[in-house]
């Protein structure tokens, strides 16, 4: 059965894809047995379907092809909802374009007739040109974006006062504070004088009871036990001694310093070459007790506790008790002599409680 272009009438002989004249793409109908495919092909481009519609319209004569392609209808009348758009290109013959490229994408229904393909080649330029659609214009390049500001700075907001009871009330709790930290200081160094006192007391009473000799340390308002004796009222006293307690002080009828060797320069002043010194105390009391006395030595007439720490002699006193003189004490120092002071404390027992008397005497250099 002979066919014709559904734009322009022109004869075909069923196997072109475009008309030779206008260059319009022919769709052929496809056999009963394969319209479920056709179906998809046209769902998937509804815009084919338009182009059937004119051939009824614009060339009655075209009867053969509305027989041939019956089975089109019921798809057009699924789809004219679609779009719309459809029915100016089928129109127009440029607006078939679009409808164009679903059916040649139909390839593999068409390589079926092989024959075809020289045919295809065969179209004139103009025609394919007419059929391809306008390529957009390129969208214009995006203009940069504008630069983005720079960050305000936050204003700076002043601070809020603070009320007067909460200043207050801070002031207070710096106050408190500070005098807590103040009173922890203090205790801190209470402690610390106590640990060193007792730490002291330890060495000076504990040690030495292990043998351990520990120095002693003069301090200016520290007391000797000589200065504690000196600072009591004697009972009678003279340049150079004292007693100290009332009772042995009413036996007592004389006092002086004496030198064997002649080598004294004066009452209670020897030179260095004495062989002795002797202090003695005259009593009334023939059946008077023995006496204990000391002897502590010091360059200088000021007696430190370091002096004081170890005499130099201790030894006892026996009454002496010789035909023509009164009965008398004898306390002498006979060691190595040098240049100094000496004391000598007289006590009442080797105890060193009660003290007697004090005698001190000084020895100078013999060349001076």
Known sequence: MAKFCSNCGNALSGTEKFCGSCG??????EPAKEEPAVEAVKEETPAAEPAAEPVKEEEPASEPVAEETPAEEPEAEAVP?????????AVEAPAAEPAAEPVIE???????????????????????????APKPAPAPAPAPPPPAPAPAEP??????????????????????????????VVIAIIIILVVLLGL???????????GVDMPSIDLPFMKTFLDEIESEKPADSGKNYAYYDDDFADIVTDQDWV???DTMKKDAVYYSDSDELVFRIFVEDYDADDIYYV?????????????LKKPVLSDDAELQDDSGYEPFYLLEY????????YVFIAYENDKCKTVYAVAYCEVLDKES
């Open 24 to 29: 319009t793409p022919i769709i052929t109908a």
């Open 81 to 89: 909802a679609e779009e719309p758009v459809s029915e100016p290109e």
């Open 106 to 132: 139909e390839e593999p229904v068409v390589e079926e007739a092989p024959a075809s393909e020289p045919e295809v080649q065969e179209v004139p330029a103009e025609a394919i040109a007419a059929t391809e």
């Open 155 to 184: 204003a700076v907001q002043p601070a809020a006062e603070t009320p007067a009871p909460v200043k207050a009330k801070k002031e207070k709790v710096k106050k408190e504070k500070k005098k807590k930290s103040a009173a922890g």
């Open 200 to 210: 002291g007391i330890a060495s000076l009473f504990v040690l030495p009871m292990f």
């Open 259 to 261: 030198s064997y060797s």
């Open 295 to 307: 002897v502590y030595y010091s360059e200088d007439d000021n007696f430190t506790s370091s002096d």
């Open 334 to 341: 006979s060691k190595k002599i040098r240049p100094g002071h």
